[in-house]
Nanobody, 128 residues
Framework: QVQLVESGGGLVQAGGSLRLSCAAS????????MGWYRQAPGKERELVAI???????????DYAGSVKGRFTISRDNAKNTIYLQMNDLKPEDTAVYYC??????????????????WGQGTQVTVSS
């Protein structure tokens, strides 16, 4: 059974930065994609970034348009951990952020299939 633990959220002013971490334990396959979702109050959970497993030693990343150029996803397979570096944060980035292990190794947000396993999430609040 996979367990996911997110951390790194907090309160930050607009224009600031945060780095989220997600530590995974259990049966994690380094060949599977992993992703970050977020859910703002009153809104549906949305996928904001994914990173593939190794594809001939290369890792592909894809981002939602609203975060492209500001967020960077990365992974450390040795630590079973993925990260989300968030720069130039905006009030509309305020949400609970969740990581997820993919069922496949899709290279784009559209190809990503989530596993249905969620951590407790970490709150990110951006003040204006």
């Amino acid at each position: 059974q996979v367990q996911l633990v997110e951390s790194g959220g907090g309160l930050v002013q607009a224009g600031g930065s945060l780095r989220l971490s997600c530590a995974a334990s259990g049966s994690i396959y380094v060949s599977n994609a992993m992703g970050w979702y977020r859910q703002a109050p009153g809104k549906e959970r949305e996928l904001v970034a994914i990173i593939t497993g190794s594809v001939r030693a290369f890792y592909y990343a894809d981002y939602a348009g609203s975060v492209k150029g500001r967020f960077t996803i990365s992974r450390d397979n040795a630590k079973n951990t993925i990260y989300l570096q968030m720069n130039d944060l905006k009030p509309e980035d305020t949400a609970v952020y969740y990581c997820n292990v993919g069922r496949n190794n899709g290279r784009t947000l559209g190809e990503y299939v989530n596993s249905g396993v969620w951590g407790q999430g970490t709150q990110v609040t951006v003040s204006s």
